[in-house]
């Protein structure tokens, strides 16, 4: 089994395509096309990971956040933290690989535990993605339609929340005049030509648009099938950045407080608003989310929940929401066992360890 069977597998369940436009998901240096030996799962990478990946013959080091984000690095060196890191990898044959943004966002991943740690129940997504998924309309004679169908499925098209193969189906006629020059599937040169055909609809994530058209032009049996790709705004139930959702019951907010302590483990956080209010209605976001304070807000939130607040940003409580700030590591550290249950229960032909070495370097007095 290769580090790619891994790397794909994973990627199934939390594609690419939902990773952030800033954030770099994927692999972040070595060649998934080597045998596998061993995954170990961090949260961060470190050079200490990596040298206990190497004692426990481990090659594919898997981290939920990446080395570096889509700015790049300029230089590999190994006095650099992280050009020394890819360095002793790549001297290992060794894959660092990263899940962010993709398994924050994506149905099951991080937010989601997020939420289920706390409680919450009647859960939606916060900032649901939009833009996600793009509408395919294709014209096919009707005795290509099944194969067309099947071959457009096989690559991700009509797939929506538990269902697959979901397409709309119309029957029509097409004409057209083959010119000089062409090889035509039906009909003859200047002569105009109708032919029974389908009008096929189906979305796909826009991800998988140059697989998708691939796979209609390797499907179709004309020359120049006619087909559109349209944009759509629908906004993802399932998918997106934070969560909202209500407690099992009403708390006060030192109860509030002291019950995020207990179910996240952390001991300090920084909050600001109405102490004497009452709180139900949840939203939260794992790692920094600062930037959806407005929204939690619009959506009635009694109190939102996240890392990296900035000083101003808790001017905002006067608007009514509690505002907790509870760091950046604390709302994400348990992604990495998101990561190991799915390696664990899906292969047994390599051992799948979580890191013993890692240590968050924030510490508080």
């Not at 509408?135 to 096989?154: G, R, T």
């Amino acid at each position: 089994m290769t580090i790619k069977d891994v790397t794909t597998f994973l990627e199934h369940k939390f594609p690419l395509y939902l990773q952030e436009d800033f954030d770099n998901c994927g692999v972040q240096c070595g060649d998934v096309r080597q045998e596998i030996t061993g995954a170990m799962v961090c949260f961060e990478m470190s050079e200490q990971v990596i040298d206990e990946a190497i004692a426990n013959g481990c090659n594919l080091v898997i981290s939920h956040h990446p080395l570096m984000l889509k700015r790049g690095i300029c230089k590999i060196e190994p006095r650099d933290r992280v050009g020394g890191m890819i360095w002793k990898a790549l001297a290992h044959n060794m894959v660092l690989y990263s899940m962010h943004t993709n398994i924050d966002s994506g149905e099951g991943g991080g937010n989601d535990a997020f939420a289920e740690r706390l409680g919450l129940q009647n859960v939606k997504v916060l900032a649901p993605h939009k833009g996600l998924y793009r509408k395919l309309v294709v014209f096919v004679p009707a005795d290509h339609a099944e194969q067309l169908k099947s071959a457009l499925f096989a690559v991700g098209c009509g797939v929506q929340g538990l269902y697959d193969s979901c397409a709309y189906t119309t029957e029509g006629s097409g004409q057209f005049r083959p010119l000089e020059g062409s090889n035509p599937y039906l009909g003859q040169q200047d002569a105009l030509e109708h032919v029974a055909e389908q009008r096929i609809e189906m979305i796909y994530p826009t991800g998988l648009q140059r697989a998708v058209v691939k796979a209609l032009y390797e499907n179709h049996p004309y020359e120049e099938p006619a087909f559109d790709l349209l944009p759509l705004e629908n906004e993802s139930r399932t998918i997106g950045l934070g969560r909202i959702g209500e407690l099992p019951h009403e708390m006060a907010v030192p109860e509030f407080l002291a019950y995020l302590k207990e179910h996240l483990g952390f001991t300090h956080c920084r909050y600001c608003g109405d102490g004497a209010k009452t709180i139900r209605k949840v939203a939260l976001c794992g790692g920094g989310g600062s930037g959806f304070i407005d929204l939690a807000i619009a959506s009635g939130a009694d109190a939102y929940v996240s890392g990296d607040f900035k000083y101003h940003d808790f001017f905002k409580s006067h608007s009514g929401t509690l505002l907790v700030d509870i760091g950046h590591y604390e709302g994400e550290f348990f992604i990495k066992n998101i990561i190991f249950s799915l390696l664990n229960e899906k292969f047994t032909t390599f051992a799948t360890l979580i890191s013993k070495m890692e240590k968050v370097e924030v510490k508080y007095f």
